[in-house]
């Protein structure tokens, strides 16, 4: 079992930038790959990025250069650092726990959400 808790979420204007912490509990997380979605309003769910449980990373096409996923698995923590943000990067942001070590399963596990809002 894997509880997640998401954090650093806020209101930004365009161009700035957040960090978005998730805190992991459990013992899985050094095995389990990471994930950050998002979820805008009227809008499907959308894989942000990815890293595996070595430390590999992958991202959305919107999203490369701007964004950065790492881990500490020493803090059971998953950041995505998130800069020259865009109103179109306004969402719920949700990070999620994967049974697979390189993020080819269900990602089972996942936080409550936290609201990022760039305006512009």
């Known amino acids: 079992q894997v509880q997640l808790v998401e954090s650093g979420g806020g209101l930004v204007q365009a161009g700035g930038s957040l960090r978005l912490s998730c805190a992991a509990s459990?013992?899985?997380?050094?095995?389990?790959?990471m994930g950050w979605f998002r979820q805008a309003p009227g809008k499907e769910r959308e894989l942000v990025a990815v890293?595996?449980?070595?430390?590999?990373?992958n991202y959305a096409d919107s999203v490369k250069g701007r964004f950065t996923i790492s881990r500490d698995n020493a803090k059971n923590t998953v950041y995505l650092q998130m800069n020259s943000l865009k109103p179109e990067d306004t969402a719920v942001y949700f990070c999620?726990?994967?049974?697979?070590?390189?993020?080819?399963?269900?990602?089972?596990?996942w936080g409550q959400g936290t609201q990022v809002t760039v305006s512009s």
């Open positions: 459990g013992r899985t997380f050094r095995s389990s790959a």
């Open positions: 890293i595996t449980s070595g430390g590999s990373t």
């Open positions: 999620a726990a994967n049974i697979n070590p390189l993020g080819s399963g269900e990602y089972k596990y």
